[in-house]
Nanobody
Framework: QVQLVESGGGSVQAGGSLRLSCSAS????????MGWFRQVLGKEREGVAA?????????ADSVKGRFTISQDNAKNANTLYLQMNSLKREDTAMYYC??????????????????????????WGRGTQVTVSA
């Protein structure tokens, strides 16, 4: 059974940094798209960053230059990271780790994850709260 467990959230002042981690286990496919979403209560879930099993990454325009997704990949177990620098108040949200295994090839990972989010075939963690204060 796939498990995604996030950690590393917390409260920080604007301009500060946090690093989120997501421990992924219980999967058998060697190909995947994994990434981070965030959601503010009452608003739609937003894709933040994505990475595939080759290490190809993408970041939302709102976080480019400030956030970096990376991974420490072992066979059928992966730790996903999101390094968040220069945090802003608008980064305050619940951050979720997401994964789609054996994805359709030829589609960018961020689109795979967005599709997985919309059509309910992505795997999700429980989330970790990030709060940025002025």
């Amino acid at each position: 059974q796939v498990q995604l467990v996030e950690s590393g959230g917390g409260s920080v002042q604007a301009g500060g940094s946090l690093r989120l981690s997501c421990s992924a286990s219980g999967y058998t496919y060697s190909t995947y798209c994994m990434g981070w979403f965030r959601q503010v209560l009452g608003k739609e879930r937003e894709g933040v960053a994505a990475i595939d099993d080759h290490g190809t990454t993408s970041h939302a325009d709102s976080v480019k230059g400030r956030f970096t997704i990376s991974q420490d990949n072992a066979k059928n177990a992966n730790t996903l990271y999101l390094q968040m620098n220069s945090l802003k108040r608008e980064d305050t949200a619940m951050y979720y780790c997401a994964a789609v295994f054996n994805p359709v090839r030829g589609m960018p990972c961020n689109q795979v994850l967005e599709s997985g989010s919309r059509h309910n075939f992505a795997n999700w963690g429980r989330g970790t709260q990030v709060t940025v204060s002025a």
